[in-house]
């Protein structure tokens, strides 16, 4: 966690360094009556795509995602760090390996610098319902040299 703590320290310095350029816009990921879920790129350099089929604050077990980006760098091996807080707490911290070289999981894994990702179909991820709030949520993947293959910031409301 001490990677991502710096991570965090880093993106929060790169942000004020940068307040005087634009930021990349904010996406909706997915908006329904009682749940609405925004991000935004935290990577200066480059934007990605991102949707979800389900919008639902009854999260299933088995979601439908989207995901596109042209990679910057090679992904032998990648990592998803999540920080999600609340308030300004923090709730939950983890990390998750995407690929591994000697287990890759996605068709994606092993990819090269230049290439596009795009993946659409189902994730795993444990079924449970999220409370009402307004939360924050801290995303990145990167890959086995640490470098940052996409991060983003994002907002979740729920009523």
């Not at 930021?23 to 991000?39: F, S």
């Not at 090679?74 to 807080?85: G, H, P, S």
């Not at 923090?90 to 591994?100: A, D, G, R």
């Not at 287990?103 to 991820?125: D, T, V």
């Amino acid at each position: 966690m001490k990677g991502f703590t710096a991570a965090l320290l880093v993106w929060s310095l790169l942000s004020l360094s940068r307040s005087s350029h634009k930021a990349w816009p904010t996406h909706t990921v997915c908006r329904d009556g009682n749940l609405e879920v925004l991000y935004q790129s935290c990577d200066p350099l480059q934007d990605f795509g991102f949707s979800v089929d389900q919008c639902s604050k009854h999260l299933k077990p088995n979601l439908n995602i989207r995901f596109g980006i042209i990679l910057r760098e090679d992904i032998k091996e990648l990592f998803l760090e999540v920080a999600l807080f609340n308030k300004g707490s923090s709730i939950l911290n983890f990390s998750y390996p995407i690929c591994e070289e000697d287990l890759p999981k996605f068709s994606f894994c092993g990819r090269r610098k230049g290439e596009q990702i795009y993946f659409a179909g189902p994730i795993s991820n444990p079924g449970f319902e999220i409370l009402q709030g307004e939360y924050q949520v801290l995303l990145e993947l990167y890959n086995e040299n640490h470098f940052t293959v996409a991060c983003a910031n994002a907002t979740i409301i729920c009523s």
